[in-house]
């Protein structure tokens, strides 16, 4: 499974209700702040890689598609086609 | 075991501190040094590196004999974490090792009039000035408010969350110690007023915005499991002080553990402190895979060993009887301190939230954004 379709598939379970890949969680209010940590955990454990304090920018997060292109630049991988 | 060689207080030194509402001096001289305030910081800055369950079995060890001094440990290590997962190498490099060490006493000043559970509603003011910030704001609660060097902060910038650490001997700073509190009698809680306190702007921990959810949210994570394991000894340690005196004492001949009704009250402690500790080392098993849900494990863990805390020391002073309420009881000084556990980082009812959260998102329902 790619990274969108994986980042996707959290998200959505996550949530609990359907999100496009350009949707701001973060602005719609459906994430809480133990939720948004456990976001973090949740990438750093599936795709192996560490966020750090200079990564912490909410544009890398808000959104599946700029979250997963986050994930292809730490991994030095394309995910997405 | 990593920490296992720590010495620690005895129990009638624990009763003391707790009449005295103070950790004395001297003991606190001793722990610099001893590994105890920074036992799961890497050794590369001064700590121990302890695994999640050592850290949580140390944790244990300390709440069985005084639940304030494992306060401290707890409010150091909550600090530590956020500084260690938050800061740059710069502010890992200047604060870990003084943290490790205990050359600095670390508090947690989160808490306002109008702030405990929502911590959303923060008002202290972080503004940005010239090469640097300056603190606004009354801070309550704060657990060795009265004897930290530095505090973490968590404040607001232009409406954004912040986390600022401040330097306890900044001009502006003012304590007012609180004495007389139900329960950590001796955990040097203070009220901190911020008075336009100016910090440069190397002690901002991580990018404004990223206060609440980031920082605030992991050293919360972090105190959550070490009281959990806090209430673990604690339970322990009641349980095994109302056994031992049902099985000694005797009334009109007979033991008071021959009685079915102390029986039962044995019965349902033995049990509720088991599962206490499962789900705690559950939880740090969690933690150490790094798994998303070592969060959530962690709230359930300290929900649990909260409740049961509060429940086997409760049945510990009525299986004593009058030996329970005496001044100096282990069993009492747990009453009061387990009320206090169901409380400090995320009431009983805040847990509760995030635990049917997360099983009612499982099951299709909207996530709810209340925050804790």
Redesign the interface.
Known sequence: MQTQEQLHEFLT?????PLGLDDDYFEL??????????????V??RFGITIE??D???DHFRTINRLSDFVAAKTDTVSRP | MIGSEIALPTLSEAAKWDRAQELPSALLRDLRGSGLLGADIPPVYGGLGASATELGELCARVGGLCSSLRGLVTVQGMVSAGVLR???REQRDRWLPSLASGELIAGFAATEREAGSD??AVRTEVAEQGDGFVVSGEKLWVTFGELADVFLVLGTASGRPATVLVEADRPGVRREPVRGQLGMRAAHLAHVEFENVWVPKENLL??I??G???V???VL?HGRFTVAWGCVGMAEACLHEAAAHAARRTQRGVALGAHQLVRSLLARSVTDTAASRELCLRAARVRT????E???ET?LAKYRAAEAAAAVADRAVQIQGATGCAPDSLAARCYRDAKVMEIIEGSAQVCEL?IADNL???H?????????
Do not use: C, M
């Open positions: 379970t996550s949530i609990g209700e209010g459906l994430v809480n702040s133990l939720f948004a940590l456990e976001l973090i955990k949740f750093e454990h304090v200079a912490l920018d909410l | 938050w800061g740059t911590l959303a991580a990018p915005g990223f609440l959810s980031y605030a949210a992991t994570d895979e790094g798994a998303p070592a969060l959530v709230v995030h009612l998102r499982q299709g329902f909207r996530r709810g954004t209340g925050d804790g």
